[in-house]
């Protein structure tokens, strides 16, 4: 059995509905980060920023090995 393997570049897409997903070379979706356009009073969901940035450094994990 081969392993298997997810080929990097990785790289982070925007949804229409302004969420993010990190696809590797191949373009299966990896991950999703999810975010709320208004922040909310709790403060428990992420924002659009620390969203993006989550997403960000998933996407370098690979060039991290």
């Known amino acids: 059995m081969s392993p298997r393997t997810f080929p990097g570049p990785w790289r982070?897409?925007?949804t229409a509905g302004g969420h993010f997903v990190i696809r590797d070379a191949n373009g299966f979706p990896l991950a999703y980060?999810?975010?709320?356009r208004r922040p909310t009073v709790n403060g428990?969901?992420?924002?659009?920023?620390?969203a993006m940035v989550i997403a960000?450094?998933?996407?370098k994990l690979p060039d991290l090995l």
């Open 44 to 50: 428990e969901d992420l924002t659009r920023v620390e």
């Open 12 to 14: 982070v897409d925007t």
């Open 56 to 59: 960000g450094t998933i996407a």
């Open 33 to 36: 980060v999810y975010a709320k």
